[in-house]
């Protein structure tokens, strides 16, 4: 049972927010609704946005709509990409791809980055549009070349040969690292993750760390998860034990499979704490309920030899053939397994597979990082 090291990515829509200001009361509110209802275009998107988040006031996409419509329709940029990015995740509206590329491309004429890597993702998806990678890809970089931290972002999964682009690690760390440079958490683990893993960058586990922590630290999930192997392999920092354990429960209690797999290790071996198979069990069950094949593999063994749960040949069985299901090697545990079962038993195992995967399907669609 080893620990694991992983990366990921796809970026959301881009939201234009026009509101510098602090309008958190009453007063405040007040004073926008005053003037949005004026026809003052920056107050009504500015309104629009408390709608959206539900800053001040209760969330209402439907409100939020209205006022970003008035702001769009007199030429406010803002308003114009938010409005958008309400038709097309069908938000206070009915969803509707072309009423979202056309305001799209308004706010694109006036030169909106966010506009442009919000029409890209609708290339790269196929979404209102033919699917066009190239045009997607043209879009992505217009918007990063103006500092647009999302698009940047996903230029840097981009080029690690995803879209159909040819893959370009170097291409992917250059993008990844000036997002990265302006806060973007995700961003900021990949940056470690290239250092990590010596990706279109020299192999640097102190730099890796140094950007891990920064992630990690927004509560980047995958960051949080990366470090705590680096601390448990002492790659880049001083071995600690505890120190992983912390970060594998921060990305574990996010829902991350990985981390949930990485805790079941941790508690399985006492590495920095007491052995406990419970424990173990309990972090291996939420970790392979999501699909993890290395957890169901070790709770297929745990199941087998009563470690942390009493001793079930029947749940070990299913385990196990789904931890194969998944590409991990089971041969030498299924032929152990097989010589402590009856035949009866073997086929009955086999028949109640099929429920267990078609649980499972469900569970993992639910479970996970939010």
């Known amino acids: ?69 008035k702001a769009a329709e007199q030429g406010d940029v803002y308003g114009q990409v938010n409005l958008g990015l309400l038709y097309c995740e069908g938000l206070g509206v009915e969803l509707n791809y072309t009423q979202a590329i056309e305001w ?3 706010a694109i004429d006036q030169g909106s980055a966010g506009a442009m890597y919000n029409l890209g993702l609708l290339y790269a998806e196929g979404k209102g549009v033919a699917k066009d990678p190239n045009e997607a890809l043209a879009l992505f970089i217009n918007a990063a070349e103006q500092n647009d931290t999302e698009a940047q972002a996903t230029l840097g999964h981009v080029y690690e040969g995803n879209m159909g682009i040819k893959q370009d690690y170097e291409e992917s760390f250059k993008w990844y690292l000036k997002a990265a440079k ?18 279109g960058i020299e192999q640097d586990f102190t730099k ?85 094949a290395k957890a169901q593999y070790n709770l297929g063994i745990m199941y087998a030899e009563g470690e942390g749960v009493d001793r079930d040949y029947m749940e070990s069985y299913q385990w196990l053939r789904l931890a194969g299901n998944n590409g991990f090697d089971i041969t030498e545990a299924m032929i152990a397994l097989k010589s402590r079962m009856t035949p009866e038993q073997i086929v009955s195992a086999e028949k109640k597979l099929e429920e267990y995967i078609r649980i499972l399907k469900t569970k993992s669609v639910e479970d996970g990082p939010k």
């Open 104 to 106: 799209y491309q308004k």
């Open 208 to 292: 890796a760390f140094e950007w891990y922590s920064k992630a990690a630290e927004q509560g980047d999930w995958l960051a949080q998860n990366n470090l705590g192997t680096l601390y448990a392999e002492g790659n880049g920092i001083k071995q600690g034990d505890e120190k992983a354990r912390q970060w594998y429960l921060k990305a574990a209690n996010q829902g991350y499979h990985e981390a949930q797999c990485n805790l079941g290790v941790t508690y399985d071996f006492g590495h920095g704490v007491k052995k406990d198979h419970k424990k173990a069990a309990h972090y291996f069950l939420q970790a392979a309920e999501q699909g993890n």
């Open 182 to 199: 302006q806060g973007h958490a995700h961003a900021q683990c990949m940056v470690g993750y290239s250092y990590d893993i010596g990706e």
């Open 1 to 69: 049972m080893t620990c694991c090291l992983f990366m990921a990515c796809f970026s959301s829509c881009s939201k234009e927010n026009p509101s510098p200001a602090n309008e958190s009361n009453s007063a405040a509110f007040n004073e926008l609704l005053a003037k949005a209802e004026n026809g003052d275009a920056i107050a009504q998107s500015r309104l629009g946005s408390r709608y959206y988040k539900g800053k001040g006031v209760k969330q209402d996409y439907t409100q939020a709509f209205r006022w970003y419509q």
